[in-house]
């Protein structure tokens, strides 16, 4: 079972590319064998199997990245089936979470550990697992849909540096009026080794870009 399916993730390919592949189960065999397992055991195979692959390559210290992939879902829901903005035609996902290390280019990723996201799943406790079974990250990079107070304080407690963009809220707004007035500096302490960077660029017109890190 994890031969075809590590075959199928590194090749980007689909199921259907096995028959032409010697050695693999027929499509009916790949699909009953899958519908007789449960999600959770695939999903710990898998990542056993990465794991593995991965040994000596991955370890503490590396920048890393966490990230949230939506793919479109037509079908009923049940537990594996999130909710979210309305694309593609559908407002129906299997979502899935990982965390990678990522290369001098960014768009260089390489998985470490992933996760299905169910509906009974916060991004705090996501979060919680992908780290609990990953080398620590010199720094970790998230995008602005972790900002929140919850996220903050679960990476403080866990001594995680990290950095993501700050959605602009409004103590965020009420600091940028302050940083624009000259009452604060680019590089602003928000609380215990949380700080707020304000960037102009002039990219696109002259705007604000705005991270936390820690």
């Known amino acids: 079972m994890i031969k075809p399916l590590i075959y199928i993730s590194i090749n980007n390919a689909s199921a259907e590319s096995l028959k032409y592949t010697k050695g693999f189960p027929s499509l009916d065999t790949l699909l009953r064998r899958l519908e007789s397992l449960d999600l959770k055991h695939v999903v710990n195979a898998l990542n056993e ?26 079908g009923k829901l049940d537990m594996y089936v999130t909710r979210s903005k309305y694309k593609s035609g559908t407002d129906r996902f299997h979502a899935f979470a990982a ?29 919680k697992k992908l780290l609990e079974n990953s080398p620590r990250p010199s720094v970790l990079l998230m995008d602005r849909g972790f900002f929140k107070t919850e996220m ?14 700050a959605v602009r809220n409004e103590r965020i707004k009420r600091m940028l009026d302050e940083y624009a007035k000259g009452n604060i500096p680019s590089v602003y302490g928000m609380g215990s080794k949380v700080y707020l960077i304000i960037e102009k660029r002039r990219d696109q017109g002259k705007k604000i870009s705005l991270m936390i890190s820690s």
């Not at 965390?99 to 979060?127: A, C, F, H, N, Q």
């Not at 903050?152 to 963009?165: A, D, H, R, V």
């Open 49 to 74: 199997a990465n794991r593995i692959i991965l040994s000596g390559h991955a370890k503490d210290g590396m920048k890393m990245a966490i990230d949230f992939t939506e793919e479109p879902y037509y």
């Open 99 to 127: 965390i990678s290390v990522v290369g001098k280019d960014e768009k260089e990723r390489l998985t470490l550990y992933s996760l299905p996201v169910t509906m009974l799943d916060t991004k705090e406790d996501i979060v």
């Open 152 to 165: 903050i304080k679960l990476l403080q407690s866990m001594g995680i540096s990290f950095i993501m963009p």
